[in-house]
């Protein structure tokens, strides 16, 4: 009997039901078939067929016709068979403590590109350590921290190196992350369950770190930056800050180091010489410097409330039924800033975020 073969898209969208993938799902919907753009095939999947549905439905209006595929976290052979169809896994299943780790091993084993939304270094730094040979030999790109964990946090230091000209280049570069809405502003329970774990496993992240060959360091010229005070207040932009414990500094870091080894920037599969060029003269150009993100406020009691939270997951995420209450009463312990339903659509459409790199 001859196997049957199974179609191939440019793009699966795992976890296309939760409450990220619907937002995915829209966006990505905006460059299938349209001019110019090389996203021709989608496809959506997750374990429910019936809430792909109601997903698709929410994300367009016009009511396209897109496979669905059926694919399980703790079904490995369903993994398969979606990585297999697939040239890009767009991976919006998480924490991804919990339930990336399969998703990754069954791209790297079909050959097909990963791309994830996570801001947990312990994750992303094991799945390097766990497939990257394997990545190699398959020819597959896996990316985490493709979302809000680190892509403006890479992208802004990146278009401010490119300007600077020597001999005044300078040394460091802080962000400062407000967050803005016209209504209350709330957070995505995933995003909150995925910090308490990352409390939780801060351990298993300092040990898989001395179990690796260590990292080069990047040469940035001058002095390191002194710690200041915790609490900030940046009167010439009226906010006030305090450190971000995000994965942006540690992403950050690790590209920064990859570049002192590979200053022209990492070869591709198959990479043609147009290619290759292109990709030297864009890596030259950027210039490592010292980077740390604040999060801000336009008032000091708004950082308190940031400090609060902060120290809440901090001293009761490091045991167990101090997880327990946090991940079962989310909304106390945050003040409102998450809770396990998450925003509402009015909320989402009225936050947005202002970054300043200085």
Known sequence: MAEIQ??????????????????????????????????????????????LSDALKW??????????LTADTSDAPSLRRMASQAKLVLNCV?????????????????????LDICGEP??????????????????SLVVSACGFDSVPAEFGLMFNSKQWVSPAVPNRVEAYLSLESDK?????????????????????LAALRRSRPKRSRPQIPGPSPVKGSTIEHQQELGLWAVKLPSADAIVVRRT?????????????????????????????????????????????????GFIAVGLSIGLLGSFSFGRWLLLKFPSIFTFGGF???????????????????F
């Open 6 to 51: 199974l179609p191939t898209y440019d793009i699966v969208i795992f976890g296309a039901s939760g409450f990220t993938g619907k937002y995915v799902i829209r966006e990505t919907l905006k460059f299938l078939n349209s001019p110019n753009s090389p996203l021709k095939t989608l496809a959506l999947a997750g374990r429910n067929s019936s809430k």
């Open 59 to 68: 994300a367009s209006t016009s009511h396209p016709t897109i496979p669905f």
């Open 94 to 114: 998480g924490p991804f403590r919990l339930y990336g780790d399969p998703v990754v091993a069954a791209c790297v084993e079909a050959g097909c590109d990963y």
């Open 122 to 139: 312990e994750f992303m730094e094991r799945m390097e350590a766990v497939y990257h040979d394997k990545a190699v030999e398959k020819g």
């Open 184 to 204: 209350r502003i709330v957070g995505n329970f995933g995003t909150f369950e995925s910090a308490v774990l990352g409390v939780a496993n801060a351990d298993k």
């Open 256 to 304: 920064l180091s990859t570049l002192t080894d590979n200053p022209s920037g990492l070869q591709g599969v198959n990479e043609d010489p147009k290619h290759a060029e292109k990709r030297a003269a864009f890596w030259s150009t950027i210039k490592p410097a010292h980077f740390g993100v604040k999060i801000a406020a336009k008032n000091l009691l708004g950082v308190l």
């Open 339 to 357: 809770r396990k339903k998450g925003p509402t659509e009015e909320e989402v459409a009225s936050a947005t975020f202002r970054g300043l790199w």
